[in-house]
Every structure is written in structure tokens, then in C-alpha cells.
């Protein structure tokens, strides 16, 4: 167990619909950074969070957006859902910004029927 | 991204070595990771190379070149429960995932 908490676990929802992901960081970690899994990708970052600051952006979608709150928890809000957005993604945390080693979540399976 | 190089899939008996390569772009390189990914689970950290050199660390070890920009993790001893996929993750500014080499060991 990492520490890392995410909800749900499971989520099955229809195309265009919108989605809220929800994540927990570990106890005393700033950072929070959220990663796409899909089969033909790999792991893909997205966004990561700071302090309740944007601190680094990857290959996120404007369909997909993020925001860390001052409990330091954090949300990723998925929108106009696509068949392609199906994936689970996982959460990471880690103590700085520039502290590289990562602790992640046990991720969110979405399907997007 | 960033041209992290890593074999699709290695298979390996029980007891056996194994070792997983890495190869990277070494322009603003800061460090590499290894993480442990079993099926629909998170990764999870196994090794942090910054200097080069030999890290062991019980049955795994993580070598890094940073002048020829490569790496790789040795198994040792292999067990049924190191069937997982094994995943290279290079610092250059920010940390970027290889896609992962999926190791099967075999009874």
C-alpha cells in the first residue's frame, strides 16, 4: 500500500458524458501528478500539481482538466467522453516538485461504452 | 516519448537471470527509475539511478552508463511472482515512462 488513494476503482459511463476522478496524496506529499494507461500507450503523464499550483503539463487533453485543492487532495475532470478515453488512470504523489521518485495510486479503471 | 528504448517481452525459467535494458536520450538527463507493474496494478518503485555505477538491492540490481545513455535491471534468483512488466523511467526535466517490457517467468 503506497498511501496514494484514488476513487473509484471502477467507473463505466457512456460517450460524451463527463467524469470527476478523485485522489488522495500520501501523507506530507505537495505533488500530485496524473497518468493515462491505455494498452497501445504506455504510461502517459498528463498533468502534475504542486501546492495547489499547475506545475507541469504533458499530453493532456482540453477535454480533460485538473486541479489540486488545499487539503492537497485532487480532482481530474475527464469531459466529452470518447471510446478511446477508456484506460485506467493512475495517480502518483511524490514530497517536492522536482522530487522525481513517485508513489502511485491503485488507479481508476474507466469504460467508456 | 523521448526515445526510451525497452524490449516488448522477455520470457525466463524459474531461478534464472535476467537482465532488462534501457536506452535513453541523454540530453538533460537527471536519473532513471525502475518500476514493477503487475497486471491492473500500480507501479511500484523498485530503483533510482543518478551516478553511474551498480545499485543492488537484494535479487535486483540497476546498472546506469549515463555517457552512453543506458541502463538495464538484472533479476536474479527469478521467481513465478516476477512475472510483471518492468518499466524504465528517465528524469529530463520531468519523468517520462518507457512503455514497458513484460516479463514472463516460466516454472
Known amino acids: 500500500d503506497s498511501g496514494v488513494t484514488q476513487t473509484p476503482k471502477h467507473l463505466i459511463t457512456a460517450t460524451g458524458q463527463r467524469v470527476t476522478l478523485r485522489c488522495s496524496p500520501r501523507?506530507?506529499?505537495?505533488?500530485v501528478y496524473w497518468y493515462q494507461q491505455s494498452l497501445d500507450q504506455g504510461l502517459q503523464f498528463l498533468i502534475q500539481?504542486?501546492?495547489?499550483?499547475?506545475?507541469a503539463k504533458g499530453n493532456i487533453l482540453e477535454r480533460f482538466s485538473a486541479q489540486q485543492f488545499p487539503d492537497l487532495h485532487s480532482e481530474l475532470n475527464l469531459s466529452s467522453l470518447e471510446l478511446g478515453d477508456s484506460a485506467l488512470y493512475f495517480c502518483?504523489?511524490?514530497?517536492?516538485?522536482?522530487?522525481?521518485?513517485?508513489?502511485f495510486g491503485p488507479g481508476t479503471r474507466l469504460t467508456v461504452t | 516519448g523521448q526515445n526510451i528504448d525497452q524490449p516488448t517481452e522477455m520470457t525466463a525459467t524459474e531461478g534464472a537471470i535476467v537482465q532488462i535494458n534501457c536506452t535513453y536520450q541523454?540530453?538533460?538527463?537527471?536519473?532513471l527509475f525502475w518500476y514493477q507493474q503487475h497486471a491492473g496494478e500500480a507501479p511500484t518503485f523498485l530503483s533510482y539511478?543518478?551516478?553511474?555505477g551498480l545499485e543492488e538491492k537484494g535479487r535486483f540490481s540497476s546498472f546506469l552508463s549515463r555517457s552512453k545513455g543506458y541502463s538495464y535491471l538484472l533479476l536474479k534468483e527469478l521467481q513465478m511472482k516476477d512475472s510483471a512488466s518492468y518499466l524504465c523511467?528517465?528524469?529530463?526535466?520531468?519523468?517520462?515512462f518507457g512503455r514497458g517490457t513484460q516479463l514472463t517467468v516460466w516454472p
Open positions: 501523507s506530507g506529499d505537495l505533488s
Open positions: 539511478n543518478v551516478l553511474d
Open positions: 523511467a528517465v528524469v529530463l526535466g520531468r519523468l517520462y
Open positions: 502518483a504523489s511524490s514530497v517536492g516538485g522536482d522530487t522525481y521518485e513517485q508513489y
Open positions: 500539481y504542486y501546492n495547489g499550483e499547475e506545475r
Open positions: 541523454t540530453s538533460g538527463f537527471n536519473g
